[in-house]
């Protein structure tokens, strides 16, 4: 069954005013907020949330809200441009905290184990450096070893897959300790390529 329409033009100058309409609007609504149409440009995602408000903790908990607030917590702290906004290694240089070695022993100290590894990497990324010496002055050795790391020379496979997965150095990092961004690159790969000799031509006489 088909429908004529009586009056075409009549009918084609409706849908162009409706189409002006729409037009007219979006452009309204884009130069009321200039950024929506571009997702990419989003809020900068707040950092250290109260308890009550940081999705973690139960926000209809009784003790929940007699918690420090991150942020007056840290006010102290040596800043960080990354992760909580803490530089934990300084901070604890500085005397600026004082955690306890062991939980059941307040007088328990660190055996601190001064020893840096480097991993050679691929391509023209600097190579990582491992400092012991910055783990062991919060953690046992049996923390990562044998579990997560085997001590010995060429046992362990890192990529950096795998610590974006959650596994080998991702068991603490972007958990408990700085997460792995673009601005945490270099905190690890720290340790520059050695720069090739260029081969002199011999100039003859």
């Known amino acids: 069954m088909r429908y004529q329409i009586k009056n075409f033009s009549a009918y084609r100058l409706s849908v162009f005013a409706l189409a002006v309409m729409f037009m007219f609007s979006t452009q309204i609504s884009v130069a009321a ?3 929506s149409f571009n997702r990419l440009m989003k809020k900068k995602e707040e950092k250290n949330l109260p308890p009550t ?3 973690i903790h139960d926000s209809e908990g009784e ?3 007699t918690l420090q607030p991150p942020k007056e917590a840290f006010s102290n702290m040596v800043k960080s441009k990354a992760g909580n906004y803490v530089d934990w290694v300084k901070s604890l240089k500085e005397g600026k905290i004082n955690p306890r070695y062991d939980r059941l ?9 001064d020893l840096n590894i480097v991993r050679e990497v691929k391509g023209s990324m600097p190579d990582v450096v491992y400092p012991h010496a910055q783990h062991t002055e919060w ?3 049996s923390n990562c070893h044998p579990a997560i790391f085997i001590p010995q020379k060429g046992a362990n496979q890192i990529s950096m897959a795998s610590i974006l997965l959650g596994q080998k150095c991702g068991v603490c990092h972007g958990k408990v300790a700085f997460p792995i961004t673009a601005k945490t690159c270099r905190i690890c790969h720290s340790k520059p390529k050695p720069k090739k000799a260029k081969n002199k031509k011999q100039v003859k006489k």
Not at 105 to 113: E, F, G, Q, S, T
């Open 33 to 35: 907020d200039p950024n």
């Open 53 to 55: 408000l940081d999705g």
């Open 63 to 65: 003790g929940t809200a």
């Open 105 to 113: 022993d307040p007088n328990a100290k660190p055996i601190i184990m």
């Open 139 to 141: 953690l046992d050795c």
